[in-house]
């Protein structure tokens, strides 16, 4: 079936620096995933939509210059946390379609990402 | 307005028994996709089962049934034969649209559901 690989699936860094996440589709391409948050014991927010070769779209109330969104290939989407600070500690979690076969209309998740700023 | 509703923060069922997780949506377009989704204490979210507005049946994958009452706008999931492993969160979630390919794929998804499976 089709994979998404996330990675780290767990990081913990100091406040003011920057963290990137990597999603990758592993058997298909991706012109478009998503980015999710998800605090604990809460359900998962969508943050933005992914595009290859051209720019994120963001759900309202997220920063874009905070949550820096690159799409450069088909297989490949990159989420970094500009400055974090701990109030952006949470669980990071992406999404494609593979959109073949029985799976056409699913998304598949990664495994998600724990981010703890300290 | 919230487009998912998941009513039971919590639910508990005895092992081999079947359990209804409730779930409902409003959307104005006619045009939409409901979606169930389980996540364990590990955090990935597995998907179980997926009903289309315009399917005619019921979905059902295995011991997953989805209850799609379209005009009451709910999309309850019915697990039966409950197992230790069933014990996780359940997400309802929904697409809205008919375009199921680039940014038409969004989901909404509900404040999810605690299932826990007792011996």
């Known amino acids: 079936g089709a994979v998404v690989s996330q990675h780290p699936s767990r990081v913990i860094c100091k406040s003011g620096t920057s963290v990137k996440i990597e999603c990758r589709s592993l058997?298909?391409?991706?012109?478009?995933m998503f980015w999710y948050r998800q605090f604990p014991k809460q359900s998962l927010m969508l943050m933005a939509t992914?595009?290859?070769?051209?720019?994120?779209?963001?759900e309202q109330g997220v920063e874009k210059d905070k949550f820096l969104i690159n799409h450069a290939s088909l297989t490949l989407s990159t989420l970094t946390v500009t400055s974090a600070h701990p109030e952006d500690s949470s669980f990071y979690i992406c999404?494609?379609?593979?959109?073949?076969?029985?799976?056409?209309?699913?998304?598949?998740f990664g495994a998600g990402s724990r981010l703890t700023v300290l | 307005a919230q487009k998912i509703t998941q009513t039971q923060p919590g639910m508990f069922v005895q092992e081999k028994e079947a359990v209804t997780l409730d779930c409902t949506y409003d959307?104005?377009?006619?045009?939409?996709?409901l979606f169930w989704y389980k996540q364990p204490s590990s955090g990935e979210m597995i998907f179980l089962i997926y009903?289309?507005?315009?399917?005619?049946q019921n979905a059902t994958e295995g011991r997953y049934s989805l209850n799609f009452q379209k005009a009451r706008k709910s999309a309850n999931l019915v697990i039966s034969a409950s197992q230790l492993g069933d014990s996780a969160m359940y997400f309802c979630?929904?697409?809205?649209?008919?375009?199921?390919?680039?940014?038409?794929?969004?989901?909404?998804f509900g404040t999810g559901t605690q299932l826990k499976v007792e011996l």
């Open positions: 979630a929904m697409r809205e649209g008919g375009k199921v390919t680039g940014g038409g794929n969004k989901l909404t």
């Open positions: 009903q289309g507005s315009y399917d005619q």
């Open positions: 058997d298909f391409q991706a012109t478009t």
């Open positions: 959307t104005s377009d006619p045009s939409y996709g």
């Open positions: 992914s595009n290859e070769g051209s720019k994120a779209t963001y």
């Open positions: 999404s494609a379609n593979p959109g073949r076969g029985s799976g056409a209309n699913v998304l598949t």
